[in-house]
């Protein structure tokens, strides 16, 4: 069989990532996660999923697990995420730079076909144009979190130049799914209207993001390994529909019938850019099928809910 390292797999898109790829029947799955951020109850209980526990940032962690393993193909989406836990542990996410390097340097000598690198639309910093094309990066944030994804790509670009490293680049905008903590906007205003609490917005909410439907994410992620083509390529992977974090709001409360009201907090100093929109042309040849709507997603996130709830 196919092995493949999940770095991060015990996260939103890399749990996904790892059920769908080791229930295909045609891989086998070994993650590392450091559980810092991630959850063990997320990753899939399957004969073909090993999990271990350690830090990507370690050298001496991760050379080992190279070692016993003779990987295929690499997915680095460990990181340290969210706006909110970003901008308080700013460190914590410029050490990731080391996980990218040893993710790099020993895939090159390890074997490895090509690396995968979850980058983010963090490194649009604030859009000069709409949507954003993976041609036009600006460069214009100073936020760590935007840096380290913009150093992260350099490494690989430098490493397939310099030594023949293949990889893909993901630029993800706003997956969510199940499997995602309240970290994050779609879980938090869910769980807050189907509680029928107060949903808190930062600010006047009319910031945009467009929201991308995790099952999305992971077919886009799995046809571009699958496909030689899409080496040594960056790819937007999100949904092109905009609306803004008040709208967001405003429709979950309608989808939940929920009597919650909306509270806006002061805005957050920094990070919180004021449109997110990307250009998917690449990622729909990739996808060949519609993407999941907004509706449709949150139907099968209140339905997960809902049923956890009663067990």
């Known amino acids: 069989m196919i092995k493949i390292l999940i770095t991060g797999g015990a996260g939103n898109i890399g749990s996904a990532l790892t059920d769908k790829l080791a229930k295909s029947g045609h891989y086998e799955i070994v993650i590392v996660d450091n559980l810092s951020t991630g ?30 393993y ?72 100073r936020l ?46 869910l769980r807050q209207a189907m509680s029928d609490a107060p949903i808190t917005i930062y600010g006047d909410g009319q910031q945009t993001r467009s929201f991308c439907y995790v099952e999305d994410t992971i077919s886009t992620c799995i046809n571009a390994m699958e496909d030689a083509n899409f080496a040594n390529k960056i790819l937007n992977v999100g ?36 449109r997110r929109c990307p250009d998917i042309s690449i990622m729909k040849s990739v996808l060949k099928r519609e993407l999941t709507s907004l509706d449709k997603g949150l139907e099968k996130m209140i339905t997960y809910y809902e049923n956890r709830s009663k067990s």
Do not use: C, W
């Open 39 to 68: 959850d063990i109850r997320k990753v899939p209980v399957l004969d073909n999923v090993k999990f271990i526990k350690g830090d990507i940032n370690v050298y001496e962690d991760i050379v080992p697990i190279f070692g016993r």
């Open 70 to 141: 003779d990987f295929d193909y690499v997915f680095h989406l460990a990181a340290v995420v969210g706006v909110e836990r970003t901008l308080q542990h700013p460190i914590d996410v410029l050490d990731d730079i080391e996980g990218i390097k040893n993710i790099l340097s020993i895939s090159k000598n390890s074997g490895v076909k090509r690396v995968f690198y979850s980058s983010s639309s963090e490194v649009y910093g604030e859009p000069f144009e709409v949507p954003q094309n993976e041609n036009t990066t600006p460069l214009n944030s």
């Open 144 to 189: 760590p979190y935007a840096i380290v994804k913009n150093v992260g790509e350099a490494f690989f670009r430098s490493y397939q130049r310099e030594y023949g490293m293949d990889y893909t680049i993901f630029r993800f905008f706003n997956t969510y799914g199940p499997n995602q903590s309240e970290d994050f906007v779609i879980p938090r205003f």
């Open 239 to 274: 949904n092109d529909i905009e609306m803004t974090v008040l709208e967001l709001a405003q429709t979950i409360i309608s989808k939940t019938n929920s009597k919650s009201e909306i509270i806006h907090l002061p805005a957050l100093e920094e990070g919180d850019m004021r």
